[in-house]
């Protein structure tokens, strides 16, 4: 009854959002500026809010403000309380105008190059007021930040080496097997059978070694009894490999949807047959985070996707 009457009936959603913008702009002039009210309303609200909980939860300095421990906890609350609610209204949205929607996706280039440009352009032409935003980094950046900070709503990543933590749930979607790929005017692309030995010492773009697809790659070389080329340029940037290969000078390993769905792009299969290249590709979300309508529906058209293209789905 005491929480009931000190925060469940005083606490509200508008002081949330004041602490919200307090935080992030650390000042409470700026926030009155932005938010339409006086700074003392400002200051007045929060001290209410301090009041309810019976906690200090901005240190104050000459400086501006700062959240002190109890306020980054209730922040973080602030922002589940918020997006679950923005949630809940595009759901509202979504039921009385099923074309509309906006979904968040983050995934790694690479995937964001084929099978995620797949997914969108599928969704897109049924769902034509559906907005996706997609936003490309590497697997440590997606899961630490961009996903936990709800930037984004679910990622698309290889999941090789990754276990779930007690916050996320993942949800394997297929086997995206790895291929030698060059450029069209590449001798290599023109040949009708190569072996991954004579390949070893030719110039090549990978992705840094140190990155998830940089290990797995590294473990498809070991697996045929090589070790890993010498890269002359490491990048993850899809841009970059791009550019390169079109020279007809350099080699690289990608997924083969890069070449089943990534449309534009100039790659040609080197012939190789390669062992152990099976690179798992799955979908994490947060744990306990209600999904938006949009958000389910991208989940099974993956799933469409990944049938079409005869991979079926990934178990376990």
Known sequence: MQWLDRVGRRLKLRDLHILLVVAELGSMGKAAAQLGMTQPSVSKAISEMEHAVGLRLLDRSSHGVEPTIYGRALLRCGVAVFDE??????????????????????????????????????????????????????????????????????????????????????????????????????????????????????????????????????????????????????????????????????????????????RGFQLKRVPVKLLESHYRTGVVTLKGRTLSPLARLFVECCRDVSRNLGYGNASG
């Not at 995937?111 to 769902?127: D, M, N, S, W």
């Not at 709503?153 to 007690?166: C, H, N, R």
């Not at 072996?195 to 590294?218: K, M, N, R, T, Y």
Request: charged fraction near 20%; charge should be negative; glycine fraction near 6%.
């Open 85 to 262: 609610l923005r949630h809940g209204v595009e759901e509202l949205a979504f039921l009385t105008d099923p074309t509309a929607g906006d979904l968040r996706v983050g995934c790694t280039e690479s995937i964001a190059a084929g099978f995620v440009a797949a997914v969108v352009e599928r969704l897109a032409q049924q769902y034509p007021r559906a907005v996706f935003h997609v936003v490309p980094a590497d697997r440590a950046t997606l899961l630490t930040r961009e996903l936990r900070q709800r930037i984004v709503e679910l990622v698309v990543i290889g999941t090789p080496g990754l276990a779930p933590e007690a916050d996320t749930e993942m949800d394997a979607v297929f086997d995206d097997p790895f291929a030698v790929m060059a450029g069209p005017q590449s001798k290599w692309a023109r040949r009708k059978k190569v072996a991954l030995a004579e390949l070893v010492g030719e110039p090549w773009i990978l992705p840094p070694l140190d990155s998830v697809p940089g290990h797995h790659i590294a473990s498809v070389f070991r697996a045929m009894g090589l070790e890993p080329p010498a890269a002359q340029v490491l990048s993850l940037s899809i841009p970059m490999h791009q550019h390169l290969l079109a020279t007809g000078r350099f080699l690289t390993m990608l997924p083969t949807t890069m070449l089943r769905l990534g």
